[in-house]
């Protein structure tokens, strides 16, 4: 009993620490759109390439494809908590830069409602925003000093999810997510000089959204021979079109980044009073869409010692307006392949036998282009399950090492390092004890 009152506290103050702070990231593509969008679920789909349309087990949660919580056992409850670091090497034709950021990363929770029917609800990102661009030139007239454009971005979307799942026949199950998203974009652009005692222009954009969207899933899964298993799986997101507001405002400030040399988000923060606005504006139709999505999936192998899989996604931003444009879209596809192995799921005495070992590629053809040329994002990832307490219970860990992008046509290149952790915590809390 104690351990499960710990785990409430647990859940609620992850829950006001994960509302309150920001997700920070840095990558000068999350300036398109709504930005870098989180659809690889959590540690134990990261280790497998992001693959989770067919993925099914008793101890994970997925809530990628809802129809997949309906394999967790009748009598458990299982929550999960996870951090996420990222570690990026930026390269142009012209410079080179390094960044990292560790967050949270999501809170997630499952039980059985019924015998036939899954519940369960959580908190993750859904997109991020993070970018410092910086561009200067000859100031026009005077060849000594130069005008400086800088682009900083920040924010993203927070979805809050409910999922319910549904065991339909022996071997079918649907689900559904209802998503509530909501959160806030913030842009700016600021122009100045490098000389002393002039002054600088700020341009701000930030723009709140909130919207409901909804998730659907499904699981077809079967046995053959005993130990054999195959599960297909399809998903679809409707089309979301944010309820969104744009508040804009033009300041006069001094010229602090030449002055004091710190950037627009510090400057507003510790000095804010000092500026003078030139015009404010809202608007409360600002366009953001997102399209819809699928994906099909598929895994098949043996029980308890070995999974392999494959997913196949798709979501077509070249009709979408987002942002108020839709010059850069085009159609996004994804290919996710994964593979798990257990050494010996029964043994009692060797426990690095017991670790699910996990390995995965990915490669998407994003919806960012350039020049008709779409922006690659692909990568390999690792990672290990380690089974603590019952066995059940397990401590997750992926490793992802990506590319995206390219230094052609004065474009930039990410090399990346993604590391996550997450607790996956199981227990049987609906069992009916007797006594004689």
């Keep these: 009993m104690i351990k499960k009152y710990l785990l409430i ?18 990558s000068p593509y999350s300036r398109f759109g709504i930005g870098e969008i989180s659809r690889y679920g959590f540690n134990h789909s990261k280790a497998m390439g992001g693959l989770a349309t067919g993925l099914r087990t008793k101890n994970q949660i997925n809530y990628i494809n809802p129809a997949a919580m309906s394999g967790q056992d009748t009598m458990s409850f299982i929550f999960d908590l996870g951090i996420n670091g990222t570690f990026k090497d930026l390269e142009s034709n012209t410079t080179t830069a390094k960044s990292k950021d560790f967050t949270f990363d999501h809170m997630a929770f499952s039980f059985p409602i019924k015998r036939w029917w899954y519940g369960g609800f959580g908190i993750t990102p859904y997109s991020k925003i993070g970018y410092n661009i910086q561009q200067t030139e000859v100031f026009s007239g005077n060849d000594t000093v130069n005008m400086h454009y800088d682009y900083l971005g920040d924010g993203g979307i927070n979805q809050l ?37 002039s002054y600088e222009t700020v341009v701000i954009d930030k723009i709140s959204v909130k919207k409901v969207a909804f998730d659907f899933g499904l699981q077809y899964y079967d046995t053959f021979k005993e130990k054999y298993f195959y599960v297909v799986g399809l998903t679809y997101s409707n089309k979301i079109d944010f309820n969104s507001t744009k508040e804009t405002a033009v300041l006069m400030t001094e010229n602090y980044s030449n002055n004091y040399r710190i950037n627009v988000v510090d400057y507003l923060a510790y000095y804010g009073s000092r500026f003078d606005t030139i015009t ?61 192995y257990i050494p010996d799921f029964y043994t009692l005495r060797n426990y690095f036998k017991k670790i699910n070992y996990r390995a995965g590629f990915y490669y998407n053809n994003s919806y960012i282009k350039f020049d008709n040329d779409q922006i690659k994002n692909y990568g390999i990832t690792f990672g290990l399950g380690l089974p603590v307490h019952n066995y059940k219970t397990s401590l997750n860990i992926s490793c992802t090492f990506g590319k995206r992008g390219t230094t052609n046509s004065g474009l930039v290149e990410e090399n990346y390092t993604q590391v996550g952790i997450n607790l996956t915590l199981y227990d049987f809390w609906f069992i009916k004890r007797k006594f004689q």
């Design 280 to 340: 404010s504006s809202v608007d409360n139709n600002f366009k953001i869409e997102v399209p819809s999505r699928y994906s099909i999936g598929f895994t098949a192998g043996i029980k308890n010692k070995l999974v392999v899989g494959f997913d196949y996604s798709s979501q077509d931003w070249s009709n979408i307006e987002s942002l108020n444009i839709n010059d850069n879209f085009g159609k996004d596809i994804s290919y996710n392949f994964g593979i798990e």
């Design 9 to 26: 506290v647990g859940i609620i103050a992850v829950s006001i620490a994960r509302l309150y702070s920001q997700t920070s990231i840095n």
């Design 161 to 197: 999810y409910i999922s319910n799942s549904f065991k339909i026949l022996n071997s079918l199950s649907i689900g559904f997510n209802f998503n509530y998203l909501f959160g806030s974009l913030e842009r700016y652009n600021q122009t100045y000089l490098d000389i002393i005692n």
